[in-house]
């Protein structure tokens, strides 16, 4: 059996209103929702919530979206009318003017339990007329790990606080026991009714603003736009569909492991059908549910479907109308993309949100090869939570850090460095100094990674390198959260692999340890010292057609090493005689390495995996010589070989690059 969500296929309706107050209205709704967003961002709580984790929508009465935010995170953006819905599904004829709701459940078709929604029906004449809601992620909402990540949990009891749709607001009149039992289970319980009271409000302003539209316009107008605002997205979207070919294509992207089986990449399969005017989406090959937290519910698989589409049309507006000619299949419950209760979800992001996005992007690249773009960076957040006990203080800290990184590399253009994930476009990016002020940590470095970018003709943009150290926090754990240390980002069209993530604990000293991609609830101390890299993009295209000029420039910006300008690019490097402080190109030097390198790259890909592994445990090769010219897998702390893995990564690797070089 199989679960198949599709939003409801309509036909498209006859304009009601004329062309220039459908257009007013359509763009009115959107700047509702804006100003949603400017009062939530200047009155939150949560630190998370003020660097742009959040987002806001303006839906019908039937719970439809009408209008997203114009700078809404990317993963929430496809979920919110599931929230709308279930509010609607699970109060039946007993909502009433002054009523504003709460909740956080992925089962119903959220993303993770800190993304809590707070929706307020929007009467006018004693009618439901609308429902204004806003999203934003909460530092904690309990559970075993601070920040409410447990990367080892495999039931949603250790996660946090499940809020299923439940009134907080009857009448007008603050429930103010059930707000406090809601923050009474999360560790800063004074942020989250804060952030409770601020999202409220902020549907206030939303409120107001669709009051005003409707007493200027009219109801019956102010409806009618409502359906044009969807009915026009759909109209644009299934007659772009309709002009491409129908045909069928299918991608894959893997999870670095399966707690549960061990060594071996978790694949995530996403197919993709054209018919007409329609697309449809299958995930039912998918892997089944993952011993870890790298599991999505629905909702969040539902979220990466649409922000991966979307990407391909960006310029259209982003409501239920987009929804409407979308088709998924889900697959059988209990799958790592079709999570049910009460599967472990909160690791969604990093898990199967970000492999169906980049499955997505295959799929598309091959249609609009003009717009094709390789893999990006993988989220990754780092979490510490303890007692802040500078100059006296004894509060709860949660440091909550995600790190900027490399997008691929694209037909014809290089990849962004340092900018933020495909999971959340609308994240800002963190403060340094407002994060030392809130909590206990000091920021070493935080720079861009020399030679994180994947080569290519057209190189992905950089990662970067961070390291904080904790300086004054009394019994603080640290979780960290990412995936990619083993599925590296890989290039496509012949281009090469980033880098892999992960996360080192006093990485110059004695005492270092690599934790890898997943940490939860480990002890730190004062003057502990953590450092992680972000990767870069992916390649896109073959790195020897890359211009040696354009390398040689990537040098001298220190984007690239001279070393790997070597290896990766087969560009040689020096000191210009003429001017010692500038470089250039040995144009013999260079015709000579790529024609040893085309004549020698595809065998290198079949050397003895357990030979590569000793040379890197001999400090004769390192992460970049492993990953780009052999294929191979390691566990990066011990230097253990992953053999099924290392099989894995280089099947990988023939169909995203070797099929696309010359000798």
């Not at 929604?117 to 934003?136: E, K, T, Y």
């Not at 952030?195 to 302003?205: F, G, K, M, P, S």
């Not at 539902?302 to 979307?310: D, I, L, N, Y």
């Not at 010292?529 to 990767?535: I, K, M, N, T």
Request: glycine share 12%; charged share 20%.
């Amino acid at each position: 059996m199989t679960t198949t969500k599709p939003v409801a296929l309509t036909p498209p309706a006859a304009p009601a209103l004329d062309a220039i107050t459908s257009e007013v209205l359509r763009n009115a709704f959107v700047t509702a929702v804006d100003l949603m967003a400017e009062q939530l961002l200047r009155t939150s709580h949560s630190f998370v919530i003020h660097a742009r984790d959040f987002s806001g929508a303006l839906s019908d009465a039937n719970g439809d979206t009408v209008a997203q935010g114009s700078q809404d995170v990317a993963v929430q953006v496809g979920t919110l009318h599931f929230s709308a819905k279930a509010v609607l599904d699970s109060f039946p004829g007993d909502i009433c003017e002054g009523d504003v709701f709460v909740l956080n459940d992925p089962y119903v078709g959220g993303t993770h339990f800190n993304d809590v929604r707070v929706l307020r029906p929007i009467f006018f004449d004693g009618v439901l007329l609308a429902i204004a809601q806003s999203n934003g992620h909460w530092a904690d909402v309990g559970g075993a790990a601070p920040g409410s990540f447990d990367t080892t949990a495999v039931e949603h009891f250790g996660e946090g606080l499940r809020i299923t749709p439940v009134r907080v607001w009857s009448r007008g009149r603050y429930l103010a026991d059930v707000a406090r039992l809601i923050a009474a289970n999360t560790r800063a319980p004074e942020d989250a009714e804060g952030d409770l009271l601020a999202q409220a409000e902020a549907t206030r302003v939303c409120e107001r603003e669709v009051l005003r539209l409707t007493e200027k316009y009219g109801r019956d107008a102010v409806l009618t736009a409502f359906e044009e605002s969807q009915s026009y997205v759909e109209r644009v979207v299934r007659r772009r569909v309709s002009e491409l070919p129908d045909g069928y294509w299918e991608a894959e992207d893997f999870i670095d492991v399966d707690p549960n089986r061990g060594d071996g990449l978790v694949p995530i399969r996403v197919g993709m059908r054209i018919v007409g005017d329609a697309i449809h989406y299958d995930l039912s090959g998918s892997h089944p549910a993952v011993g870890s937290f790298l599991n999505s519910a629905f909702g969040g698989t539902f979220s990466a479907v649409v922000a991966g589409t979307k990407t391909f049309f960006p310029d259209v507006p982003l409501n239920s109308g987009f929804y409407r000619p979308l088709l998924v299949n889900f697959g059988p419950a209990g799958t790592v993309v079709n999570a049910s209760w009460p599967t472990a979800v909160t690791g969604f992001y990093a898990g199967p949100y970000e492999k169906i996005v980049s499955a997505i992007f295959q799929i598309w690249s091959e249609i609009v090869p003009a717009r094709a773009i390789s893999t990006s960076f993988n989220l990754e957040y780092l979490l510490l939570g303890g007692r802040d006990v500078r100059r006296g203080r004894q509060g709860q800290f949660m440091y909550y850090d995600w790190m900027a990184g490399g997008w691929g590399g694209r037909n014809g253009k290089d990849g962004s460095n340092a900018t933020a994930s495909i999971f959340g476009v609308g994240h800002a990016i963190q403060s340094i100094e407002m994060q030392e002020r809130s909590s206990p940590i000091l920021t070493g470095r935080c720079e861009l990674r020399t030679d994180s970018g994947g080569p290519g003709e057209f190189r992905g943009g950089l990662g970067l390198v961070k390291e904080v150290t904790l300086t004054d926090g009394d019994g603080v754990v640290l979780s960290y959260c990412s995936d990619r240390a083993r599925s590296v980002i890989t290039g496509t069209h012949g281009g090469l692999p980033s880098c892999p993530h992960g996360l080192s604990i006093n990485p110059r000293s004695r005492a270092a340890r690599y934790l890898g991609a997943l940490a939860s609830r480990l002890s730190v101390v004062p003057g502990d010292s953590l450092e992680r890299p972000s990767a870069g993009g992916g390649g896109f295209g073959d790195p020897l057609n890359r211009q040696a000029d354009a390398v040689c420039a990537d040098v001298m910006d220190g984007y690239v090493s001279v070393d790997r300008a070597r290896k990766d690019y087969g560009v040689v490097v020096v000191r210009d005689p003429d001017d010692p402080e500038s470089l250039r190109v040995d144009d013999v030097g260079t015709a000579a390495e790529r024609r040893r390198l085309r004549i020698n790259r595809v065998e290198a890909l079949q050397t003895e995996p357990a030979a590569i592994a000793e040379m890197y445990v001999n400090g004769e090769l390192d992460e970049f010589d492993l990953v780009r010219q052999f294929g191979v897998i390691l566990d990066w702390g011990s230097g253990q070989l992953l053999e099924r893995t290392t099989e894995q990564f280089r099947s990988i690797l023939q169909g995203r690059c070797v099929q696309f070089w010359r000798m």
